[in-house]
């Protein structure tokens, strides 16, 4: 709701994406440093999900080499901030399109157009990470990979009625 007082038309996707990296991807980097880590090295004795391979470590510095790959899926109460990035620059051109159709700003082809170009290359790129992102047990093929497409799909139902 917030995000439909955002002047698309004025400031467009760029000052919207680095607004939104700004406001939630770098807190969500420090607070990975600031706030997780630390849970996780002091954890260790008290939960087995809070060690890097199943093994206790002692030093910090070492257990933050080893637990930076597996930190995905160790994101515990932070996931919220990439999973709202990623729905804010996934929904944007969807956004934009409200917008103009609320303000009642006709049909144009360019800008029209341009929407819906940068609504196919956001899919296209959010496709990648979808597809090769959790390739352990293949869930990126199995799950993401089919509700992207099912989300383009309804997508492509709200821009063309």
Do not use: H
């Not at 770098?26 to 999900?49: H, N, S, T």
């Not at 293949?138 to 799909?153: A, E, I, R, V």
């Amino acid at each position: 709701m917030a995000s439909t007082f955002y002047n698309t038309e004025g400031k467009g996707f760029g000052l919207f994406l680095g607004d939104k990296t700004l406001r939630l991807i770098v807190p969500f980097v420090l607070a990975l440093f600031i706030f997780l880590m630390p849970r996780l090295y002091f954890g260790q004795a008290y939960e087995d999900w809070c060690r890097p391979n199943d093994e206790t470590e002692n030093d910090y510095w070492t257990f933050q080499e080893k637990t930076i790959p597996s930190i995905p899926t160790k994101l515990s109460w932070l996931w919220y901030l990439p999973a709202l990035f990623i729905d804010l620059i996934i929904t944007y051109p969807l956004l934009a399109w409200t917008v103009r159709r609320s303000r009642k700003i006709p049909y144009n082809q360019r800008d029209d157009g341009n929407i819906i170009l940068l609504q196919l290359a956001v899919f296209v790129i959010w496709l990648f990470p979808a597809f090769y992102l959790d390739t352990k047990k293949d869930l990126g093929t199995k799950y993401l990979l089919p509700s992207t497409l099912t989300l383009m799909c309804i997508f492509f139902c709200f821009y063309t009625f």
